[in-house]
């Protein structure tokens, strides 16, 4: 089982910027395609971002591209998600998930997951 450390999450206030990071633990996700997801409160797990293994092909949900970007770096086996203009509605459990094959929205095509780091926005 793969699994990751995700870190960067925590109370901000509507405005602020934040970069979330998510590592494996003791394996090498160089190959793997790597994606964002986030849960609110009451609400169902929606897709946020994706990338390849290269780096080279991104995918956000559309009205999210303004003001997400995810990055990564292989040399140090970190994946970010950098979040500006941060606004109450992105309150949530971000999670980071990986698979090996293309980029893909779906979250059931990803079959590793992160625990989640938690995202509050006051207004």
């Known amino acids: 089982q793969l699994t990751f450390v995700e870190s960067g999450g925590g109370l901000v206030q509507a405005g602020d910027s934040l970069r979330l990071s998510c590592a494996p633990t003791?394996?090498?996700?160089?190959?793997?395609?790597m994606a964002w997801f986030r849960q609110a409160p009451g609400k169902e797990r929606e897709f946020v971002a994706t990338?390849?293994?290269?780096?080279?092909?991104?995918y956000y949900k559309e009205s999210l591209r303004n003001r997400f970007t995810i990055s990564r770096d292989n040399a140090k086996n970190v994946l970010f998600l950098q979040i500006d203009s941060l606004a109450p509605d992105d309150t949530a459990v971000y999670y980071c998930?990986?698979?090996?094959?293309?980029?893909?929205?779906?979250?059931?095509?990803?079959?590793?997951w992160g625990q989640g780091t938690q995202v509050t926005v006051s207004s």
């Open positions: 998930a990986a698979r090996s094959g293309d980029i893909t929205t779906s979250g059931t095509e990803y079959p590793y």
């Open positions: 990338i390849n293994w290269s780096g080279r092909k991104t």
């Open positions: 003791d394996w090498s996700f160089t190959s793997y395609t």
